[in-house]
């Protein structure tokens, strides 16, 4: 299986804070990697997806860059609505494994 | 617009069939459009994919949970679902079904990331 490894695992921040968190692959994936966002009690939601390709309805605050093995996720200028745990994933082979998460919080 | 609801039991005891049902609505569960899946997410720990399916019957599994798996469409009413066999405590997670985008893969499609997600349903097993 690929391994992902996401950092950091919790990320303190303020509003309007620029926030950047990083993801590795243990091989290269090209750019077959997605990001969502996950918040409690609700449904995990995809934020962008090859590498960089913002999903429909995601605000443009949201960037995502990288390929082979190294991603990142880009906040620009952090909302109170996206305090959340961030989570990538590799789509390139059959075990679409995932990172650990990034706790984004106050 | 597409929705998946998540149904089953909340509580197994060790050894016990694991059976969850995805119901779709607002949209064709033989839609060539998407795959249909099931992932879980372990308590204290990150997410895992489970498995998917396709309509016609194109299967995917996790290859360490594999041999306890099965997955299947049920197209008369919209909906499919996952058998997970001899479970344990390590099993006990908050399951979510959904639905796969696709790329184009060999003259045809495979599953890519997840573009739909179900709110998730809590699944323990305790004796």
């Known amino acids: 299986d690929i391994q992902m490894t996401q950092s950091p695992s919790t990320l303190p921040a303020a509003v309007g804070d620029r926030v950047t968190i990083t993801c590795r692959a243990s091989?290269?994936?090209?750019?077959?990697l997605a990001w969502y966002q996950h918040k409690p009690g609700k449904a995990p939601e995809v934020l962008i997806s090859e590498a960089s390709t913002l999903a429909t309805g995601v605000p443009s605050r949201f960037s995502g860059s990288g390929s082979g093995t190294d991603f990142t996720l880009t906040i620009s200028s952090l909302q109170p609505d996206d305090f959340a745990t961030y989570y990538c994933?590799?789509?390139?082979?059959?075990?679409?494994?995932f990172g650990q998460g990034t706790r984004l919080e106050i | 617009q597409l929705h998946l609801q998540e149904s089953g039991p909340g509580l197994l005891k060790p050894s016990e069939t694991l059976s969850l049902t995805c119901t779709v609505s607002?949209?064709?569960?033989?839609?060539?459009?998407?795959?249909w899946g099931w992932a879980r997410q372990l308590p204290g720990k990150g997410l895992e994919w489970i498995t998917t399916v396709f309509h016609s019957g194109s299967t995917y599994y996790n290859p360490s949970l594999k041999s306890r798996l099965s997955v299947s469409v049920d197209t008369a009413k919209n909906q499919f679902s996952v058998n997970l066999t001899s479970v344990t405590a390590a099993d006990t997670a908050l399951y979510h079904c959904?639905?796969?985008?696709?790329?184009?893969?060999?003259?045809?499609?495979?599953?890519?990331?997840?573009?739909?997600w179900g709110q998730g349903i809590l699944v323990t097993v305790s004796s």
């Open positions: 607002g949209g064709s569960i033989i839609s060539t459009s998407h795959f």
């Open positions: 959904v639905t796969h985008g696709r790329e184009a893969y060999n003259g045809g499609y495979r599953p890519a990331y997840f573009d739909l």
């Open positions: 994933q590799q789509y390139e082979d059959y075990s679409y494994t």
């Open positions: 091989r290269r994936i090209g750019v077959y």
